[in-house]
């Protein structure tokens, strides 16, 4: 049987990629049995579409970054 901390982190992986079958039975059967480990992958689910949504948000110019702060930024960034 899988451990929670192993669940979350399957979890995790099942929105990048497919997970085996196997693999898959074994978290379902888990998830049946553990409410909190239910709630963590619907709360997972639910901010996956809540940050995919986020792209759609139109922000008022006053929330943009301004071009200097934006060249501020690239220049941190390509320092690292």
């Given at each position: 049987m899988l451990t929670c901390r192993e669940v979350s982190r399957l979890?995790?992986?099942s929105l990048e990629h497919k997970l085996p079958m196997?693999?898959?039975f074994k978290m379902r059967l888990h998830?049946?049995?553990c409410k909190n480990c239910r709630t963590y992958e619907m709360n997972v689910h639910i901010m996956r579409d809540?940050?995919?949504n986020l792209s759609d948000i139109q922000l008022p110019e006053t929330?943009?970054?301004s071009d200097e702060i934006k060249a501020r930024?690239?220049?941190?960034i390509a320092e690292r």
């Open positions: 979890i995790s992986d196997s693999i898959r998830l049946v049995m809540i940050a995919k929330a943009k970054l930024l690239e220049k941190i």
